[in-house]
Nanobody
Framework: QVQLVESGGGLVQAGGSLRLSCAATRSIFSINVMGWYRQAPGKQRELIASITGGGTTTLADNVKGRFTISRNKDENTLYLQMNSLKPEDTAVYYC??????????WGQGTQVTVSS
């Protein structure tokens, strides 16, 4: 099992930056895929960034060029650097750890609000 705790959300003006952190209770390098999802009010949860155990990253088209996913082995922490934020980025952001179909974990979520 793994527990995930997100932090770093908040209120920021459009064009600003935030860095989200996801602290895990075990080595994140042993997890097959870790990712960041977000869910805006009235919308489905969407995957915006992921990183495999081997370090391959994937970004959704709507955040490509603005967001970066990374991880720190020593701190067992996953990050999401968000730059050039837009009001449409407003959502609750969730950290996810996927080990198998039966082994999926979620953090509690952190609110990101971007004002225009």
């Amino acid at each position: 099992q793994v527990q995930l705790v997100e932090s770093g959300g908040g209120l920021v003006q459009a064009g600003g930056s935030l860095r989200l952190s996801c602290a895990a209770t075990r080595s994140i390098f042993s997890i097959n895929v870790m990712g960041w999802y977000r869910q805006a009010p009235g919308k489905q949860r969407e995957l915006i960034a992921s990183i495999t155990g081997g370090g391959t990253t994937t970004l959704a088209d709507n955040v490509k060029g603005r967001f970066t996913i990374s991880r720190n082995k020593d701190e067992n922490t996953l990050y999401l650097q968000m730059n050039s934020l837009k009001p449409e980025d407003t959502a609750v952001y969730y950290c996810n750890a996927w080990q198998s179909m039966e082994d999926v974990y979620w953090g509690q979520g952190t609110q990101v609000t971007v004002s225009s």
